[in-house]
């Protein structure tokens, strides 16, 4: 996928490319409108196949409607989405403060890391109860900002590049869901997954900060 950078998606104007994985591109941008910064999530489509990518930017866009509805202290809302010349994104509010993946590679005190990570499995606990589940918790995935609050990001994006009946052409097509060191057996394997993929996940990046 070509970089953005200095160009605009609607309102949004790109100033700077953050970071890139296997599902997508990360940007801060400007929302010209209101004045603010923003990172701007552009997800990858370039290994799908044009009838694959007609079904994903309509599950997007379903998606992106529910995931908006998401309101809690410590997950990351989405703002807007949209789409750029067959590219869907999301817009999210721009943390200053890092992730939690850069914490990690010392050992953390567990009551450290309880203090962190319980604010994340309430958010959690709330998606579940939406009946949203997360499916690639990692500590890339969990954001911390200026005042050391945890927040999780990223809700949605595997959903929306599965849980239908395209799933096995985009893993045989290279687009992995998810993230294998943090993945549940099931998950690994394919299978259908619920909530406890979730919390099999937060208990690997427990197990990983102590």
Not at 81 to 98: A, D, S, T
Not at 158 to 171: F, P, R, V
């Amino acid at each position: 996928m070509p970089n953005l950078t200095g160009q605009f998606l609607g309102r949004y104007h790109i100033l700077a490319k953050l970071g890139e994985g296997g599902m997508a591109i990360v940007y801060e941008a400007r929302d010209t409108r209101l004045g603010r910064e923003v990172a701007l999530k552009v997800i990858r489509t370039e290994k799908l196949t044009l009838e694959t990518m007609e079904k994903t930017l309509k599950r997007f866009q379903r998606e992106a409607r529910a995931l908006a509805k998401l309101e809690h202290p410590n997950i990351v809302p989405i703002l807007d989405f949209g789409e750029h010349e067959g590219k869907p994104f999301l817009v999210m509010p721009y943390i200053l403060g890092g992730t939690l993946k850069e914490r990690i590679g010392r050992p953390i005190p567990w009551k450290e890391a309880a203090r962190l990570l319980i604010p994340i499995a309430r958010g959690l606990e709330y998606a579940h109860q939406q009946r949203i589940v997360h499916r690639d918790v990692k500590p890339s995935n969990i954001l911390l900002d200026p005042s050391g609050i945890a927040l999780l990001t990223d809700f949605g994006i595997a959903k929306i590049l599965s849980d239908t009946e395209e799933t096995s052409e985009l893993t045989t097509n290279g687009m992995g869901i998810g993230t294998p060191e943090y993945m549940s057996p099931e998950q690994f394997q394919g299978s259908g997954v619920d909530e406890r993929a979730d919390i099999y996940s937060l208990g690997v990046i427990f197990y990983e900060m102590v």
